[in-house]
């Protein structure tokens, strides 16, 4: 058993200070260790904002998103092992001592090893729709906010596809490709803390641009990827008829106005209705488990109008941009020795 290389992408958060100050006053490592920060600042003329004295190794990235950060880090790494840390999370005092564990506990088969991640919630009263979509990250299959892997495996694999731009879908793809090349994935003992990070009312209108992403995976692994990928059953069906519902009204209704026939105008009638159970379906879908305040129930029926109409243009867009995609390629990278990762 060799070292192990922690590696953290950064947007410059405010957040990175303490995940490093927790690791420098934490609980050692048994195993040798380095912290290599990946600067993926798209501005870098202001400085991070790391403990004085922190011991790492600073790397810059290419802005390119957090699967070409990741990339850029475990290449730049040093160990045999690749732990993987979003810039947001707070290990426990005793993580680095458990990572070590969960590794040297790993038999030869294991490509990765994957932290317990908890996302703490108001105890006073329901989570807003927001919190508990960061909650389900508890709960989430191999995501890299705590996933160690072996650089060997990583190598293999080609690393994480830079097609897939956001946090999101990136590291379950990656996660895939590792078990098809035949390595053993589990979960292992040490914990974070991923704290609800502020957002604004229209995150989950912004958030839509991952079905582009969603496209290329259906489009490289058929439309069981989702199973394929641990992915859960998402709202895209329901999504696309409420969309085309609300099309149908648009058209009728434009048509009942040119020509004033009856039939044009019942058409609009219905294809509206349906629209509108739609949206309420979806609406009450999201307000029932929050805490159903004014600001909650008017965000959610705002956002529940228009993201099924924005989820049905993004899946189109990267369907049409990655109609003729293919497998992610080798890399070439090559893999550690074992003298040198004993290095």
């Known amino acids: 058993m060799s070292g192990v290389s922690v590696v953290v992408p950064t947007l410059g958060r405010p957040s990175l200070a303490a995940l490093l100050t927790a690791l420098a006053g934490g609980k050692a490592c048994p195993l040798p260790m380095e912290i290599v920060v990946v600067d993926d600042r798209p501005d870098r003329s202001a400085p991070l904002p790391i403990p004085p004295g922190a011991a790492m190794t ?26 993987f840390l979003d ?71 080609g690393g994480f596809d830079e097609r897939l731009p956001r946090a999101f879908r990136e590291d379950a793809e990656l996660a895939y490709r590792v078990r098809r090349d035949g390595w053993t994935l589990r979960r292992g003992e040490r914990s974070v803390t991923h704290p609800v990070r502020p957002e604004s009312p229209w995150v989950s209108v912004r958030t839509q641009r991952g079905n582009a992403d969603d496209a290329l995976l259906r489009r490289l692994y058929g439309s069981a990827w989702r199973a394929a990928l641990q992915i859960p059953p998402g709202r895209r069906t329901r999504h696309a008829a409420v969309t085309v519902a609300g099309l149908a009204a648009l058209t009728c209704g434009l048509a009942a106005v040119t020509t004033r026939r009856r039939a044009w105008t019942a058409g609009a009638a219905l294809a509206a209705t349906a629209w509108a159970a739609g949206t309420a379906e979806f609406a009450a879908a999201r307000i029932a488990p929050g805490p159903r305040d004014p600001r909650e129930v008017a965000t959610m029926l705002v956002t529940s109008a228009v993201i099924p109409a924005l989820a049905a243009a993004h899946w189109l867009r990267g369907w049409w941009r990655w109609r003729a995609a293919g497998p992610l390629p080798a890399t070439g990278v090559r893999e550690l020795t074992s003298a040198e990762a004993r290095r």
């Open 58 to 83: 600073v790397t810059e990235g290419r802005a390119a998103g957090p699967a070409a950060a990741r990339n850029v880090g475990w290449r730049a790494a040093r160990h045999e092992w690749v732990a």
């Open 87 to 157: 810039d947001d999370v707070l290990p426990d005092p005793d993580w680095l001592d458990r990572l070590g564990a969960d590794l040297s506990r790993a038999e030869a088969h294991v490509g990765g090893v994957q932290g317990n991640l908890r996302v703490p919630l108001p105890p006073d009263r329901r989570p807003t729709d927001w919190e508990r979509v960061t909650a389900g990250l508890a709960g989430g299959a191999w995501i890299t906010a705590d996933m160690a892997y072996r650089r060997a495996a990583l190598a293999r694999a």
